[in-house]
């Protein structure tokens, strides 16, 4: 029993210094309690409920043949076409197309009730530049809408039609009628008025033989559905689930690498003591930081070589475009994400506080940079978190150069290589007061 009682009293002890141990950290149980929340939080405020709208440009070609129906192709279904503009140069609203103007290209086919009589469906040519699986479902599910619409408002202006043609069609039978029993009274042979009486009946009775004739002609399929759609992209890549998120999945675990080790460089030196060793040496701030970031950056980039690899050799990604281009993201994004690793490394006072604050970045990483949904669905206020994480930046470029094929973004390289320029200068401020306050 009295050694029952000691191993109590032994585990109590321990569990007293590991509970004393946590609450001596409340900005870290604060963090670990409220930033996931938080993130959740903000994530259900930046994207609604309902999917995103198209700004969708026509193209007519000529707007004479279509005129009458001109506002029903354009105004159909106006609630996901938002912003919709004419243009009659099929080539020129492409490339609005390919300038991110506009989301997509509907090309109105010419004479379209001239190509349904001729027992043919009139094709909707829509074009996007989607390379997301996801954003091309959702399009041609639009597309497959909106001529559904198209469908139902033609075959009901149609009937509608036919209906007022019936009431002529009703008369001109019931004038046949009439003549043919005029025509079956005896009226002697050679009178002028019994001949052009045949001849108006044999009037009649051809058009509503050709009307007949026409409407026969006209395959079922061409009745139901006189208007179909196509929809092609810009790009002639077929990906894959797979083969699109590789690039995300790249950018996500290099910056998350470099975080993490950055992160943990300089609180474990500063709690080890190891820095001290720089007070009675020549070294500088500057220096140390410089010697750092080619360190990890050289780690960095034999990780991102592996990797890449891997997702070529392994999942079959392509990298369409210019490898030099492929080289200069990656280098550009780990030099991001190490000035954020360092950054959380010089505010943090444990490892642990490093790590969940690795973890946290990582967590709104992967919901506020487009990993899972589409930046273009974001609400407006919330885009400034995404556009301050160096995963944003990444993402967009690795996409552009290995699945679209086009050259480096000038615009995104241009934001996260000033992310990174303002991270390294703030990482230099802040390690050379750490270092003169510590060892003065």
């Known amino acids: 029993m009295i050694r029952f009682f000691k191993f109590l009293i032994r585990l109590s002890s321990f569990m007293g210094k590991e509970l004393i141990e946590i ?19 903000l994530f259900g405020l930046a994207y609604p409920d309902q999917g995103r709208t198209l700004r969708t440009t026509f193209v007519v070609t000529d707007p004479n043949s279509i005129k009458e129906q001109i506002n029903t192709f354009t105004r159909s279904f106006s609630s996901s076409l938002v912003n919709y503009d004419i243009e009659t140069d099929k080539v020129l609203a492409l490339e609005k197309l390919a300038n991110n103007q506009t989301d997509m290209v509907i090309v109105i086919p010419d004479a379209p009730l001239k190509t349904i009589q001729n027992n ?31 469908n139902r408002q033609f075959l009901q202006s149609m009937v509608d039609q036919e209906q007022g043609d019936s009431k002529s069609l009703q008369e ?64 002639n890549v077929l990906l894959s689930v797979t083969g699109f998120f590789a690039p995300a999945v790249i950018v996500l675990l290099l910056q998350h690498v470099s975080i993490t080790f950055a992160s943990l460089s300089i609180v474990r030196e500063t709690r080890s003591g190891i820095m001290e060793l720089f007070r009675v040496s020549p070294i500088t701030a500057f220096e140390t930081l410089v010697g750092k970031y080619l360190s990890y950056l050289f780690f960095g980039s034999v990780l991102a070589g592996v990797i890449t690899a891997l997702a070529v050799w392994l999942l079959k990604v392509p990298i ?41 970045l990582l967590l709104a990483s992967i919901f506020f940079s487009g990993f899972f949904l589409d930046l273009r669905m974001m609400k407006e ?23 679209r094929g086009t050259s480096l973004p000038p615009l995104i390289f241009l934001g996260i290589a000033a992310i990174g320029i303002v991270l390294f200068l703030v990482d230099w401020i802040l390690l050379r007061k750490k270092m003169e306050s510590q060892y003065a």
Do not use: C
Request: aromatic share 10%.
């Open 320 to 360: 369409l475009g210019r490898l030099q281009d492929y080289v200069l993201a990656v280098v550009v994004l780990l030099f991001a994400s190490l000035g954020v690793g360092f950054l959380i490394s010089l505010i943090s006072e444990t490892d642990t506080q490093a790590v969940q604050y690795s973890m946290l």
């Open 23 to 41: 609450f001596r950290q409340p900005k870290l149980i604060l963090t670990l309690v409220l930033g996931p929340f938080l993130i959740m939080f």
């Open 381 to 403: 206020p919330i885009t400034y978190i995404a556009w301050s994480l160096p995963a944003t930046y990444g993402i967009r470029m690795l996409q552009d150069i290995m699945l």
């Open 172 to 235: 001109n039978l019931e004038a046949a009628i009439i003549k043919t029993q005029a025509i079956r009274k005896a009226i002697p042979p050679g009178d002028v008025t019994t001949a052009t009486q045949v001849a108006d009946l044999e009037k009649d009775l051809t058009d509503l033989h050709e009307k007949l004739t026409t409407f026969r002609s006209l395959a079922s399929g061409v009745v139901v559905s006189p208007f179909s759609e196509k929809v092609s992209g810009l790009f």
């Open 120 to 150: 043919q469906q009139a094709e909707f040519l829509v074009y996007h530049n989607e390379i997301d699986p996801f954003q091309i479902g959702y399009i041609q599910s639009v597309a497959r809408i909106y001529v559904d619409e198209i």
